[in-house]
């Protein structure tokens, strides 16, 4: 049966793309800038997880006054997956979207998938819009249930055994998806 999440799905060309996700993501496991980055975080979401995220993106440092700094540890703390909602206010600081608080999210907490305009792409084109708005919380908390749909929807032999989490693998397997 399948997911809410996925209703409206193409259902042929689901099933495509989890036959062809073995190897879309074969070649994941020699990306050692990613892998580095993921196994850096040892403890519960913290500022840290900020910076290994913006390392791994080259993004430049943050540098926030001790208030907001506060502010935004303590929601990387409460947010829990796959709630988006107590993540919008964070898109009112300087420079700040949706596709750069995923990435937080993704390091902080390993489940979080990254926000991807060709995985939404991918996704609209097998019959589930899914808008990319960086400036708009609530088309990242869509995305984020469109990949959990996914990995409900995922065969029984499930998914590739590459040491990626799921959310990750999803998400660069429909950005190669043709």
Known sequence: MIPVELYGIDVERC?????ALPQLVADTIDDEKYSKALFAIQTEASLDHI???EGWSERD?????EDITNEVEMTLRTVAY????LLEHLLTLDHID???VSEWMHFATNIYPIYSEAACNTLTKMGLPTPYL??????????VSRLEG???YAPAAGLPEIGLPRSR??????ERFE
């Open 15 to 19: 099933e495509e793309f989890y036959r």
């Open 51 to 53: 910076r290994v995220a």
């Open 61 to 65: 440092p943050f540098a926030w006054p």
């Open 82 to 85: 796959p709630d988006v909602g």
């Open 98 to 100: 949706a596709q750069r």
């Open 134 to 143: 960086p400036d708009d919380i609530a088309s990242y908390g869509l995305y």
């Open 150 to 152: 996914l990995k409900i």
């Open 169 to 174: 693998m999803l998400q660069l397997g429909l």
